[in-house]
């Protein structure tokens, strides 16, 4: 039982880290890229950047899986890649069909890796929604500061064709 402990608990560790990585450098690679997506077209440029980013982040998961399918082979407990990356998929989800199981001694390895999965995957949700929050403030500010700059515009030209009627006024009046 505590070997399981052990090895499910450097996994989790692992799989974190990894997620962890690939999250900052996402967050990197946006904070260098918001002027960009801050102005239009913003729609397109949102559901482009939604899609690359929730692709880079299930290679963090699919890392994980293959982290979990390497340590059931190291473990012993499959003998064939396609069986320990199936049951590594199956168990990280948390689906648990139950047609492939560990043995006894080494069952525990798989609820944590069930709890692994919930908490990358938990990790993985929460990091998109806040992308996704982050980016549309952002072009909405843009949008709000882009619009007050053409009020703004528009109140100095309205200043401005003020400033000579009046002139043409005290012209026509000399």
Not at 119 to 128: D, E, H, K, N, P
Not at 130 to 139: H, I, K, P, T
């Amino acid at each position: 039982m505590f070997l399981n402990l052990f090895i499910g608990a450097c996994v989790i560790i692992l799989t974190v880290a990894v997620q962890a990585i690939i999250i900052g450098a996402i967050e990197t690679v946006f904070l260098k890229m918001l002027p960009w997506l801050r102005k239009p077209p913003r729609i397109f440029k949102l559901i482009i950047t939604l899609i690359t980013v929730v692709l880079i982040v299930m290679v963090g998961v699919t890392t994980s899986v293959w982290i979990w399918a390497a340590t059931f082979l190291l473990t012993g407990n499959f003998h064939s890649l396609e069986e320990a990356v199936y049951f590594a998929t199956v168990s990280f989800t948390s689906l648990g069909f139950g047609d492939i199981v560990l043995e006894r001694e080494w069952r525990l390895l798989s609820a944590l890796s069930a709890a692994n999965g919930l908490i990358v995957f938990g990790l993985s949700t929460a990091f998109l929604m806040e992308f996704m929050l982050e980016l549309r403030a952002a072009q909405k500010e843009y949008l709000l500061r882009h619009k007050h700059k053409h009020q703004i515009k528009k109140q100095v030209r309205k200043q401005i064709k003020r400033h000579f009627e009046r002139q043409s006024k005290d012209d026509c009046k000399d």
